[in-house]
C-alpha cells in the first residue's frame, strides 16, 4: 500500500465519520467531480454500478469504524506474526501482490499457496475470504482447510455485478 492509498483511506474515513455519504461515494466511484456536478445520494445509491452500498450498510460500517486499524504494512507478515483470530478477511487483490507476469505459473502456486495458509492460519473455522482476483487462484489451496465456495462467490458477482472487472472468490475454511 503506497502513501497515496493511506491518504485516501484515511479521508474516506473522515467521510463517513461525518456521515458525509456523498463525497464518499463520488470519491469511490468517480475519484472527484467539480461541485456543480454533485449527484445526489439517491442517485448514487440507485447506480448499478453500485448495488453494494446503501445509507443502511454505510450508517453500520460508520459504526464500526473504531475497530477499524490502518497500518502500512504487508499484510501477510503482520498476520504471520499476530496472535489475533478473524471470522472475516477482505484482502482485495493482494493475494499475487509483487507476482508479475514473468514469473512462472509454478512459482506464482507456490506464493498464493503460502498465502493461503498463512491466512488459514488466521482464520476461525467457518471464517471467510474474499479476495478480489480470488476466483483465478483457486487453484492453489493445497494444504490449507480453506475451500472455494462457490455459492457464496456468485452472490458477491450478482451483489456487485461487473464493478471494475474483479474475478471474485469467496473462500470459506472448515475443520
Same mark, same amino acid.
Given at each position: 500500500m503506497n502513501i497515496k492509498q493511506i491518504k485516501f483511506i484515511r479521508e474516506q474515513i473522515?467521510?463517513?465519520?461525518?456521515?458525509d455519504y456523498? *463525497? +464518499?461515494m463520488v470519491r469511490r466511484l468517480y475519484g472527484s467531480l467539480p461541485s456543480w456536478d454533485r449527484p445526489t445520494l439517491d442517485r448514487l445509491f440507485n447506480a448499478d454500478a453500485n448495488r453494494y452500498f446503501n445509507i443502511e450498510r454505510l450508517e453500520r460500517i460508520t459504526k464500526r469504524l473504531s475497530h477499524l486499524e490502518i497500518k502500512h504494512a504487508d499484510v501477510y507478515d503482520l498476520l504471520k506474526k499476530g496472535i489475533k483470530m478473524f471470522n472475516k478477511i477482505y484482502l #482485495? *487483490? /493482494?493475494?499475487?501482490? *509483487?507476482l508479475t507476469i514473468e514469473d512462472s505459473d509454478s512459482n506464482v502456486k507456490r506464493i498464493v499457496n503460502s498465502r493461503f495458509r498463512i491466512i488459514d492460519k488466521r482464520l476461525l473455522s467457518g471464517g471467510i475470504v474474499l479476495l478480489a482476483d480470488?476466483?483465478?487462484?483457486?487453484d492453489c489451496l493445497e494444504g490449507t482447510s480453506l475451500f472455494y465456495d462457490?455459492? #457464496? /462467490?456468485?452472490?458477491? +458477482?450478482e451483489a456487485d455485478k461487473g464493478y471494475d472487472g474483479w474475478l471474485y472468490g469467496v473462500f470459506r475454511k472448515i475443520d
Open positions: 473522515e467521510y463517513l465519520t461525518k456521515r456523498i *463525497n +464518499f #482485495s *487483490n /493482494t493475494i499475487k501482490y *509483487n480470488g476466483s483465478a487462484v483457486k462457490k455459492d #457464496s /462467490t456468485q452472490s458477491v +458477482f
